[in-house]
Structure formats: C-alpha cells, structure tokens
C-alpha cells in the first residue's frame, strides 16, 4: 500500500483523462474535524498518556503517568476517531464522484503523503532527541509510505492504515465497476461490516484474524454512514439505500457502546455529531462559507487536523516532559503541549506542506510524460 504502489495503479488508470466537477466546500465540516482531532489530543495528552501501559506517550513521559490524569472530562475523546471515519466517507463520497479512477488516486497521494512525510519527520527527531532509537528506522519507513500494518512511529497510524484501505475499496471500484454507483460502495461496506459483527458476537475466531489482517471490516460501517449522509444531500434516499443506513448508524452505535471504553456519553457525542453533518449538507446554502471572508480561516483549521492528528503524541508529550521536568504544573503542561501541537501545525499547513505538495504534483506529473516521450522518440 505504500506510495510506489499508490503510483503504479495511477499510471496504469491515467489512460483515461477526465476534468473534476466543481465539488461543494462544507466549511462546517472542517471545523466539526478541528473538533474531532481536539478530543484525540487531549484523549492522548489529558487522559491516556497518565494511565500505566499507555504505550507511545508511557514512553515519552518516563514514568509520569503516575500522577492522576489531570483531565478525567476527556476519557472519552477517543471517540474522534469515529467521527473522522464518517467524515472521510462523506468526503470522499464528494471527491470521487465523477472523477476517474486516476484522477481519485492522485488527489489522495497529493493530499497524504506530503504531510506525513514532515510529521514523521518531525516525530523521529523527537524520539532521535531522546534516545528512543529502537527500531526507529523500520517505524520510519513504514509510517513514511503509510504501510497498512505496523508498528508505526506511533500508534495513532492505525487509522491511516484503514483510511487507505477505504481509498483503496473507493479505487478499484472507480477503476474495475466504472458502471457501479457510490451507494453501491456503502451498500457492500454495511454488508460486510454487518457479516463481521455478527460473526463476532458468535465467537469466530475466524472474523477475529481476518479483522486483524484487514482492520477496515471492524470500521466500514463508520465510512458507510458518511456515504449515506452525503448522499441524502445530493437525492432522496431510496427505501433500500434508507434502511441499508439506518442499519449503518445501529452497527456503529452498538460497536460504540459495546467498545471497552465506550458508554452513553461517547455515543451521545458521536450521535450530535452526526446531526451537525446532517445539517450542514442538507442545507449548504446556510452553512457552506465558500463565499465568505472565514471561508480563509476555517479551510486553514481544516487542514490542520491532519498534522495535529499525526504529531500530537510526540510534539505534545515532549513538551509535557520539558515543562514537567522544569516543575510546572501538570494541567499547564497540558496545555502548553496542545498550544504547541497547533502552532507547529499551522507552520506546516502554511508553509512546510504546500512546496513540498509542488514538488510531489511535478514530479508525478513528470513520471506521466515519460510515456508520451517514449512513443515519441520511437516515431
């Protein structure tokens, strides 16, 4: 799944050219996903990063997770990850209709691997920093061409492993069943996320190594709600497609409840967050802000989620450390950590990400000629 891969199948699909419709900016989405990569930061820096075995941030901290966590309110910000999911459903629900396969797979590539190129980066002369080299540069290399299976620098990569497994369903649909519809993708990523659950619930220890092997069917109905909110804003829903994703939002509301760390309150965020989507692409002309002053600064927030999400762990607990070893008060560290996590995401929203996009579209779009120059130097 790596980026040599990501570029084969886009060269073999680029035969085919096709402009992009115009696609409609949800401005209030952005800022629904700002929301959603808070409550994983200070899940992480809050709450997780304290308690024993907590992995990554254990690490970091040295020991500090004996204290008591300082921020208990946020135990449950896990649950951004989930919203993340629906979100990316109902983005790429919008991006990839009417695009060719080709044309969805650059995006993506543009879209992912700059940024994580300068997050991992960054992540690893954190841990270079503090004689954390074990297996660095395995973890490196893996996080860099965002391979599906770790370990990775840090744990939160997993959900980039499903992300691109639910990139690479959405691809070879556009690419094998160019006839096939958007809904048809939700229909078979509810199916097969609703086979797996049930198959769990019986004990099959079968489901469990598969899920293992492919995390994406343990998540597929999150991608699949997504799917189907972005499709309720462009028709109505047709009574099977209707059904299909009131049977989406029970399998996720049941997967969040029976979750080990689940409970009515997470499951009560998640469900308002999923009217805020509701809301916002059932009527566009209210809460789109593509024709507006903010649209600037909320795009921007927007595009910081993806930074914060990969480099909270590293950037934030070393501060933490920094600060706590000088003294200062768990909460401030906390916050001082978060404030640090956002300015450095903004850094590398405006100014670290956007050459380095450049240069990757150039170099791909160099990679594309080389064909064209070879066909024409055998005429």
């Known amino acids: 799944m790596g980026i040599a891969l990501l570029l084969g199948l886009w060269l073999y699909s680029a035969n085919i050219q096709q402009m992009p419709p115009h696609k409609p900016y949800y401005g209030y989405v952005d800022l ?42 946020f135990s449950f910000g896990w649950i951004g990850v989930q919203i993340f999911f629906v979100i990316s459903g109902l983005v790429i629900a919008n991006s990839a209709t009417g695009v ?23 992540g690893a002369l954190i841990f270079l920093s503090l ?3 074990d297996h660095l540069g395995s973890d490196y290399f893996r996080s860099i061409i965002l391979w599906v299976h770790g370990p990775w620098l840090t744990g939160v990569y997993w959900t980039l492993a499903v992300e691109i497994m639910f990139y690479a369903i959405v691809f070879f649909w556009k690419l094998c069943l160019p006839t096939a519809r958007i809904e048809h ?30 995390p994406i ?32 939002f029970v399998l996720c509301i049941g997967a969040i409840l029976h979750n080990p760390y689940g ?15 509701i809301a916002t692409t059932q009527a566009p002309e209210r809460f789109n802000t ?5 649209f600037r600064i909320i795009r921007t927030i927007g595009l910081m989620t993806y930074p914060i999400y990969l480099f909270h762990h590293e950037v934030g607990t070393a ?11 768990a909460t401030i560290a906390i916050l001082v950590g978060a404030i640090a996590v956002l300015a450095l995401a903004f850094i590398v929203v405006e100014f670290l990400e956007p050459p380095l996009r450049r240069l990757l579209r150039s170099t791909v779009e160099f990679i594309e000629t080389i064909p064209v120059r070879v066909r024409w130097r055998r005429v």
Not at 104 to 121: D, E, G, Q
Not at 186 to 191: G, R, V
Not at 319 to 329: E, K, P, Q, S, V
Request: charged content about 10%.
């Open 185 to 214: 993708v939700a229909m078979a990523l509810f199916t097969s996320a609703a086979l797996y659950y049930i198959c769990a619930l019986l004990g099959s220890h079968t489901a469990r190594l598969i899920a293992g092997a492919v």
């Open 100 to 122: 060719t396969a080709g044309t969805f797979l650059k995006h993506r590539i543009y879209r992912l691997y700059p940024t994580v190129w300068i997050c991992a980066s960054i």
């Open 131 to 133: 004689g954390l080299t």
């Open 319 to 329: 501060t933490m450390r920094l600060l706590m070893d000088n003294g200062a008060n």
């Open 217 to 248: 069917l343990s998540y597929a109905t999150y991608f699949s709600v997504g799917i189907y909110i972005w499709l309720a804003s462009q028709r109505k829903l047709r009574s099977i497609e209707l059904l299909s994703a009131l049977g989406a």
């Open 32 to 73: 629904l996903r700002f929301v959603a990569a808070m409550m994983v930061m200070f899940y992480h820096l809050g709450w997780n990063s304290w308690q024993a075995g907590a992995g990554d941030d254990r690490i970091i901290l040295a020991g500090l997770y004996r204290h008591p966590a300082p921020m208990p309110a």
């Open 263 to 277: 409970g009515v309150v997470p499951a009560a965020f998640w469900t308002t967050a999923m009217i805020v989507l």
């Open 290 to 294: 593509a024709k507006r002053r903010k």
